[in-house]
């Protein structure tokens, strides 16, 4: 539980450093670079998921800050959302009893019960849907009718969770 949990908060805060630099990279060219970089470095400023756990309202926090809304970003999942939310505050809460001790394997599953590998591999695709449906979500949100290009993407690191490239540079527009 905790990969899986570690990996998502380093994919959620890659998103929001994406959703950053996609705003400032549609800026007018007559803003110099040296304000772009500090509108930038407000926008990923004191973020949740960079001191927090990343939670569910972890997400609803940091995403408000770019006028987004989890349950408007998740409407299009079969659960409204709600529960890819549920499974993440659970999977959150057996990563810290884990990690913090006051847990064992035994006991942290479903119930109560003994955590099986069928229910991690469950929570792990769970996690993973997650992530992949904010990732789709965050590329057609209104914002992100700028001129770049979304169509090219590349593997990240989380599971099977496409990423856009992290700079302009990185993909002519």
């Given at each position: 539980?905790?990969?899986?949990?570690?990996?998502?908060?380093?994919?959620?805060?890659?998103?929001?450093?994406d959703?950053?630099?996609?705003?400032?990279?549609?800026?007018?060219?007559?803003v110099?670079?040296?304000?772009?970089?500090?509108?930038?470095?407000?926008?990923?400023?004191?973020?949740?998921?960079?001191?927090?756990?990343?939670?569910?309202?972890?997400?609803?926090?940091?995403?408000?800050?770019?006028?987004?809304?989890?349950?408007?970003?998740?409407?299009?999942?079969?659960?409204?959302?709600?529960?890819?939310?549920?499974?993440?505050?659970?999977?959150?809460?057996?990563?810290?009893?884990?990690?913090?001790?006051?847990?064992?394997?035994?006991?942290?599953?479903?119930?109560g019960?003994?955590?099986?590998?069928?229910?991690?591999?469950?929570?792990?695709?769970?996690?993973?849907?997650?992530?992949?449906?904010?990732?789709n979500?965050?590329?057609?949100?209104?914002?992100?009718?700028?001129?770049?290009?979304?169509?090219?993407?590349s593997?990240?690191?989380?599971?099977?969770?496409?990423?856009?490239p992290?700079?302009?540079?990185?993909?002519?527009?």
């Open positions: 539980m905790l990969v899986p949990a570690a990996e998502f908060q380093g994919f959620f805060s890659d998103l929001l450093t959703i950053a630099q996609m705003l400032v990279d549609a800026l007018p060219d007559e110099p670079p040296p304000l772009s970089e500090v509108l930038k470095h407000a926008m990923e400023r004191d973020r949740v998921v960079d001191f927090g756990n990343p939670d569910a309202t972890t997400l609803r926090r940091d995403l408000f800050r770019f006028d987004m809304q989890a349950r408007t970003l998740l409407a299009g999942d079969d659960r409204g959302g709600r529960g890819l939310l549920n499974r993440l505050d659970q999977v959150i809460g057996v990563r810290n009893r884990l990690a913090h001790g006051a847990g064992s394997v035994s006991e942290l599953g479903p119930g019960d003994r955590l099986e590998a069928a229910t991690v591999d469950e929570w792990s695709r769970d996690i993973d849907r997650l992530a992949t449906i904010l990732d979500a965050v590329a057609s949100h209104p914002s992100a009718g700028l001129s770049i290009n979304w169509s090219e993407r593997p990240h690191g989380f599971g099977e969770t496409a990423r856009r992290r700079s302009a540079a990185a993909h002519p527009g």
